[in-house]
């Protein structure tokens, strides 16, 4: 199945595919100019579909570099980056660049080890015989694909002169970049190149933070193999008629597992820089995770799984809507990381995607809403709209113009406060959060935190919150809901201009807390700063008094 011939066979029926797509997906935009996620994607996906990833010398000369590429076609797009080394990613005009690069290319010989004959679109490029000449401006090609430490974000947003000012710079300084973006959609491609092999019709499309507009640099990579192109005739009403014999399985499930199982293998086995290959197949939601070492992104491959899909495209909807929308869910995504009340390692604390959903309820519930609830979008759905999945009713507007533009005029300060004062005194042990009515419904169940998965209605999507973490989240809202109260945070300092400008704003928010007891830190804690603070540690306590270890 992997022979070169048929892997080059697959990857152009995958690219008629994904131009008949890009057609399709023309109309998908307002006037405007606003695209819908699915327009975006189809975009992506034949952007990746155009491109390479160059493995590099550190010193590569950029000049010679173009001069090599541009033989092969016409470029459209070529950035550098740093990754376990020098990589380039380049995006050619046309198809027949990466034919033409393909073609032109080695097969490496190696004393002493073999390789797995698999021409993917990853290459290396070597310059042999020659002296590397020193490239001065290499360091300064090479796009970030990395956040700044949380430090030099302090110090960054003291400098702001308007709490509106740092919000809008952590989301800038926070979001994914272009580069990044492409990147993304290239690892796509290149899984895909290994998955056409026996499924050709097939795509791999990103999901989650990737796509959803929430995403940080250096978030995971969560990605869907999207079987769902691949089609048949419908069998004929009479006479004779051809129907594919195809492997039984019990259940969705089993397909899906044994699916992943076989990409997984492969991924593992043939697919260049992709390590650390773990098959999970019986979560929840069965996936292969490993790590991409060429783009240094941590991939979680998932297939079968459209209800995910729809959230990622529920999210993006709201964060095209207003851009506040967005600035707050950086924001608060970014407190929560500073003082651990999210974490990269599974366990007992609030995920991204609760904390995202937790925005938007709180954004659903101001006195004027900033975004309508999921019920209204369904209702102004049209009939193209519909969509059933397992049972479960996900539809939806997707023409953004059919929204009403809502009224709220409120700062981006104003919300940030209204988050931390609405979620200090949420009276979450007896009720729920939920999108979808846009108002607490009671809670059916007695998990600490409730959070009703807008499309699975049923789950919690939050269930796996202890009552420490809980404890710990509410704390750190009051917390921040007072310090945005004291005047002294709340005005820039004179002295925010130099080189260690004092926090202020935003910025002392990101600061270790200064809540006593708080179970999980570590740092030394710091005196009250006034007896207000005192009183609301004695509050605190009294709250919560298993917390005073
Ligand atoms: P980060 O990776 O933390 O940046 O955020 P993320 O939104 O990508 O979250 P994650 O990688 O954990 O999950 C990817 C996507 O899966 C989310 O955006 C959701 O669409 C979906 N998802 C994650 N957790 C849940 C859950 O508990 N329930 C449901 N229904 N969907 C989830
Ligand atoms: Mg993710």
């Known amino acids: 199945c992997l022979q070169n011939g048929d892997t080059f066979l697959h990857r152009c029926v995958g690219t008629n595919v994904v131009a008949a797509q890009v057609k399709a997906s023309r109309k998908e935009e307002t006037e405007d100019g606003r695209k819908s996620l699915n327009a975006v994607q189809v ?5 990746a579909e155009r491109s390479v990833l160059i493995s590099c010398h550190s010193r590569t000369n950029e000049r010679k570099f173009l001069k090599y590429f541009s033989r092969h076609g016409d470029i459209n797009k070529y950035f550098f980056y740093e990754s376990y080394g020098m990589y380039a990613v380049v995006e050619f005009a046309s198809q027949e660049g990466v034919a033409s690069l393909l073609e032109g290319a080695a097969i490496p010989s190696i004393d002493y080890e073999s390789v797995v004959p698999f021409k993917s679109r990853s290459f290396s490029l070597r310059n042999l015989g020659l002296a590397e000449s020193p490239n001065q401006q290499s360091g300064k090609l090479c796009q970030p694909q990395t956040t700044i430490p949380i430090n030099e974000l302090i110090k960054k947003l003291s400098k702001e002169q308007s709490i509106d000012q740092q919000i ?5 300084a926070y979001q994914l970049t272009e580069e990044n973006i492409r990147l993304r959609f290239l690892v796509c491609s290149l899984l895909k190149d290994i998955a056409a092999a026996y499924f050709p ?20 990579l969560d990605m869907f193999l999207d079987l769902d192109g691949i089609s048949g005739r419908n069998m004929a009403k009479s006479g004779l008629s051809l129907e594919y014999q195809m492997k ?3 259940s969705e499930r089993a397909v899906t597992q044994s699916i992943l199982s076989v990409i997984g293998e492969c991924v593992d086995q043939f697919g260049p820089g992709c390590v650390g290959v773990q098959k999970i197949l019986n979560a929840r939601c069965p996936l292969v995770r490993f790590a991409h070492q060429p783009s240094g992104f941590q991939c979680d491959l998932t297939a079968n799984n459209r209800v995910a899909m729809k959230s990622t495209e529920l999210l993006y909807l709201y964060g095209v809507l207003d851009p506040r929308v967005r600035c707050l869910v950086f924001t608060v995504r970014c407190w929560a990381r500073a003082h651990g009340i999210t974490s990269s390692i599974p366990g007992a604390w609030i ?8 925005v938007l309820f709180f954004l659903q519930r101001r006195s004027s809403p900033v975004i309508p609830t999921l019920d209204h979008l369904k209702e102004l759905a049209g009939p193209a709209d519909k969509s059933v999945i397992e049972g479960n009713d996900c539809t939806f507007v997707s023409d953004f113009s059919k929204i009403q533009v809502q009224s709220n005029e409120e700062t981006l300060e104003q919300l940030l406060c209204g988050f931390f004062e609405f979620y200090a005194t949420f009276p979450f042990s007896r009720m729920s959060i939920n999108i979808r009515k846009g108002k607490e419904q009671n809670k059916p169940e007695m998990n ?7 499309f699975e209605t049923s789950l919690n ?3 796996n919150v202890n009552t420490t973490q809980l404890e710990r989240f509410v704390a750190l809202c009051q917390e921040s809901s007072w310090l945005l109260q004291q005047s002294d945070t709340t005005t820039p300092s004179a002295s925010s201009q130099g080189d260690t400008p004092v926090p202020w704003g935003l910025a002392t928010l990101l600061l270790p807390s200064q809540v006593a007891g708080i179970k999980g830190r570590k740092k030394k804690k710091r005196e009250p700063a006034s007896e207000m603070i005192k009183s609301l540690l004695e509050s605190l306590k009294n709250k919560n008094p298993q917390n005073n270890s």
């Open 201 to 220: 019709e097939c795509t791999i499309r990103p999901f989650g933070s990737s796509v959803n507009g929430f995403g940080k640099l250096g978030c995971d």
């Open 351 to 358: 995920t991204n995607f609760s904390l995202t959903v937790m």
């Open 461 to 463: 999507v939050s269930k």
């Open 448 to 454: 600490p935190l409730h959070i009703q998965n807008p």
């Open 168 to 172: 809008t710079s952590l989301t800038e």
């Open 248 to 250: 039984r399985a019990t």
């Open 43 to 47: 975009e992506r996906q034949e952007q």
